[in-house]
């Protein structure tokens, strides 16, 4: 079992930045790929970015690629999701999600708000 508390989210302004974190706690950190999700009101929850468990390799939507880095410390049981030039299509409700790399047990976190607005 693993817990995902994710934290960060508020309110920011078009072209600002925000650093979302997520803390793990439970089965062993370094046994996970992470990634980051994202859900708008009245859309499908979609991918956003992934991190493996080294750390060593990353990919990222495209709608994010080039303004979000994904990276973890896997020291602190934590990933965290950087968010530059942030624009008012990224105000969504941020998860965290955890898979294990040998038997795919997955699990989420309860979100946090991130919302882009003047």
């Known amino acids: 079992q693993v817990r995902l508390v994710e934290s960060g989210g508020g309110l920011v302004q078009p072209g600002g930045s925000l650093r979302l974190a997520c803390a793990a706690s439970?089965?062993?950190?370094?046994?996970?790929?992470m990634r980051w999700y994202r859900q708008a009101p009245g859309k499908e929850r979609e991918w956003v970015a992934t991190?493996?468990?080294?750390?060593?390799?990353?990919n990222y939507a495209d709608s994010v690629k080039g303004r979000f880095t994904i990276s973890r410390d896997n020291a602190k049981n934590t990933v965290y999701l950087q968010m530059n030039s942030l624009k008012a299509e990224d105000t969504a409700k941020y998860y965290c999600?955890?898979?294990?790399?040998?038997?795919?047990?997955?699990?989420w976190g309860q979100g946090t708000q991130v919302t882009v607005s003047s």
């Open positions: 999600y955890a898979q294990h790399y040998w038997t795919n047990a997955n699990y």
């Open positions: 439970g089965n062993t950190f370094t046994d996970y790929h």
């Open positions: 991190i493996t468990r080294s750390g060593g390799d990353t």
